[in-house]
């Protein structure tokens, strides 16, 4: 008898004590070791106006809440800090995005907000570059979102513009990266140069080309050709250290006679030489050798007026007709607009001596 109470006393002692544990559990160790509730920061936004921000290319500028370029492979460059940055874009676009100079990344159709770190950076000061991957994009930037306490920093660029105007051949028309892996890309690339593409597919020298717009006209534009109303672009933005122009190739497949065309040629050079009266200009022969002799006549001929500063670019033997060099009849493949490139970039080095 006396065996059983105790059984049932030590029973009862342990069903006091768990029943004090559980106690403690559910209100006095939440007490004691109560945490401190997580603070999340505003994320901080980065307008496009934010200084630190460097655009290059054609952009409207006259909304500070969105910038737009229409033309393939404009950009701009920032820096900033943080392990996060999300890009907010107007209107579906095509764009390149590369951070801490990694490779180009393709995002296709985005609008409204995209997270270009979903994986975490390292701490640290990164850099960014977003690109409008092709001419039959814009892109209608409307910011940044970095994390809470990260801020926008002056990014690394170059003090010199290379200004590269042409058709689809300048534009990438057939090439993998369109825009990107270009002649005018590479070489700007190569020399550590920023750049501008103003380089429009189907387009002609000379808007008197039958059925056929031209870059006499189109080139001090703002827009693209899909913009017909488009403003005229204030060429007082940025002076380019270069001018590189290829064109002839639609003006000969429109009919366009070599006389006139020499003659429109001579009045596009004066007219840039007008607005960049310091401005290196290399006229290139056309790859496949297309209107070859009134684009040289056209630069002797102000070479003979006293313009000593515009220079022609003989490619002949740069590229050999066909497969590799070629993807068509008229467009360099990617290895075609690499060797352009492996020629180019010495002619402007050497005549700039290194400063461009």
Request: proline letters at 5%.
């Amino acid at each position: 008898m006396i065996g059983s109470i105790k059984r049932y006393a030590i029973v009862g002692l342990v069903l006091l004590a768990l029943m004090a544990a559980t106690v403690y559990l559910l209100y006095a160790w939440p007490w004691q070791h109560r945490e401190t509730p997580l603070v999340k920061k505003p994320s901080v936004q980065i307008a496009p106006d934010n200084a630190d921000i460097k655009y290059y290319g054609r952009w409207d500028t006259t909304n500070s809440r969105e910038y737009v370029s229409y033309w393939g492979g404009a950009y701009f460059k920032t820096a900033f800090s943080g392990q996060h940055v999300e890009l907010r874009l107007g209107e579906a676009s095509d764009v390149y995005v590369s951070i801490d100079r990694e490779p180009d990344v393709l995002y296709h159709g985005i609008r409204g907000l995209l997270n270009l770190t979903p994986v975490a950076l390292q701490g640290g000061d990164h850099s960014l570059r977003v690109t409008i991957a092709s001419e039959w994009s814009s892109m209608h930037f409307q910011g940044l979102l970095l994390d809470g306490g990260a801020s926008a920093l002056a990014p690394q660029v170059s003090s010199d513009i290379i200004e590269f105007i042409g058709d689809s051949i300048t534009a990438g028309y057939s090439d993998s990266m369109k825009d990107l892996s270009t002649y005018a890309w590479l070489t700007a690339e190569q020399l550590g140069a920023e750049h501008t593409e103003i380089a429009t597919s189907g387009i002609c020298l000379s808007s008197t080309a039958p059925s056929c717009a031209g870059m006499d006209t189109q080139y001090f534009k703002l827009q693209t050709l899909q913009y017909p109303d488009s403003p005229m672009w204030d060429t007082s933005r940025y002076t380019p250290a270069a001018l590189v122009i290829n064109l002839g190739t639609n003006d000969y497949n429109h009919g366009q006679s070599a006389q006139v065309f020499e003659l429109t040629y001579q009045a596009f050079l004066r007219r840039l030489r007008q607005h960049y009266p310091d401005t290196p200009i290399y006229a290139l022969r056309t790859f496949a050798g297309y209107m070859a002799a009134p684009t040289r006549s056209a630069v002797y001929a102000l070479n003979a007026s006293g313009d000593h500063n515009v220079f022609y670019v003989d490619t002949t033997g740069w590229l050999t007709p066909g497969p590799p060099d070629f993807s068509d009849a008229l467009h360099p493949s990617d290895i075609g607009q690499r060797k352009v490139a492996a020629q180019l970039v010495p002619i402007l080095r050497y005549r700039h001596k290194g400063e461009v």
